[in-house]
């Protein structure tokens, strides 16, 4: 195989002209840029974004701009390695910092790409989904997976920040990202279905055969839960790294169809090296300090502070006291394009 192909440049001048009037255009000048040898190669750059610096700009919207002029209230965590202003952190997901005030509400709407949210900040925010009240408590994870009705409304008496983050830059991709509005929903007079249903792992309701089970069963994953469950794996998990994926408690299966979340603890001093793996990811730090080093790079993060990191890249994160983080990744998505990969380091 040829270590460098021709260039534009060798052709001649007339034949450039005659292919752009013709509409096409030489593959071989191109190729490497998009079948690099032996791994890809990513525009996308580490992320960090600082929620001390990202908090007082997001309260500042809230004053600049009332959310009827904003519908959505949100500033996005544009990946470095395409400037300020690209609609995505990696590749395939979106992520933003929404801000709700008290009083205020989302009108209903569904769109065609899934979005999750994890709650940063505040007490008495809520979504419904499908006619169901999700309680937003910090930390908690929250679904309106693509095609679900949703809205979303503030009981509370303090600002409510989330972190969205959505499957966009796919859907946008290919031209069938869209949205539909509704007048708010009827809510159903009872609790979500992690408080019944799913209350405990491992049990669901008795259904007779061929009975319908909900694509999305269960949309909020409370942390409460999820925190006592990783503390217990890292009390029994000998030196294990303990990381926990979030799974439909119907078929154990990703939560949503292209999106993953694992939720990690890092014990006190722990430094944990995970192999290479081809899905990107985005850190949502829930508590705890620590540093990371990504590809080279150290990121010194604390509680509420979020960032990235692009596909097999070299990963080292410490925590310096016990930490939690939440992790979004698109290996859902590669799993089913049969190309997810993990190499040793
Ligand atoms: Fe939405």
Redesign the pocket.
């Known amino acids: 195989m040829a270590e460098t192909l021709g260039t534009l440049e060798e052709l001649p001048l007339d034949y450039r002209e005659a292919m752009t009037a013709a509409g096409v255009a030489p593959l071989w000048p191109m190729m490497r840029n998009v079948l690099p040898h032996g791994a890809p190669k990513p525009v996308t750059k580490p992320g960090f974004w600082s929620y001390a610096a990202v908090r007082p700009l997001l309260v500042r919207a809230g004053e600049l701009t009332p959310v009827e002029k904003a519908e ?1 209230r949100v500033l996005v965590l544009s990946d470095p390695g395409r400037g300020a202003g690209a609609m995505l952190a990696t590749p395939s997901i979106y992520i933003g910092l929404q801000l709700l005030l008290p009083g205020e509400t ?1 009108p209903a ?3 065609t790409p899934s ?1 999750a949210r994890i709650i940063v900040e505040g007490k008495g925010g809520f979504t419904v989904v499908d006619g169901e009240k999700l309680p937003m408590e910090v930390g908690d994870l929250v679904l ?1 997976p693509g095609g679900e009705w ?1 809205d979303h409304g503030h009981e509370g008496t303090e600002p409510v920040v989330w972190l969205d983050a959505l499957d966009l830059p796919l859907f946008v991709y290919l031209e069938g990202s869209y ?1 539909e509005e509704a007048p708010l929903q009827a809510q159903r007079n009872r609790p979500d279905a992690s408080q019944v249903e799913y209350l405990a792992s491992g049990l669901a309701p008795a259904r007779g055969r061929g009975a319908q089970v909900r694509r999305y069963p269960m949309m909020r994953y409370p942390w409460v839960r999820t925190e006592a469950a990783l503390r217990e794996m890292a009390k029994w998990g000998g030196e294990d790294p303990v990381e926990a994926d979030f799974v439909n408690p119907e078929t154990g299966e990703d939560v949503l169809p292209i999106m993953g979340f694992t939720a990690m603890m890092l014990r006190e001093g722990e430094t944990l090296r995970p192999p290479l793996v081809s899905s990107a990811s985005v850190f949502h730090v829930v508590k705890g300090h620590g540093t990371s080093r990504i590809n080279g790079e150290t990121i010194a993060w604390g509680p509420k502070d979020t960032f990235s990191a692009p596909c097999f890249a070299e990963i080292d994160h410490h925590a310096g006291e016990e930490a939690f983080l939440m992790r979004v990744h698109d290996r859902p998505l590669q799993e089913k394009l049969r190309f997810y990969e993990e190499r040793a380091r």
């Open positions: 959505r989302a709407h569904r769109h979005a309106t949703h949205a």
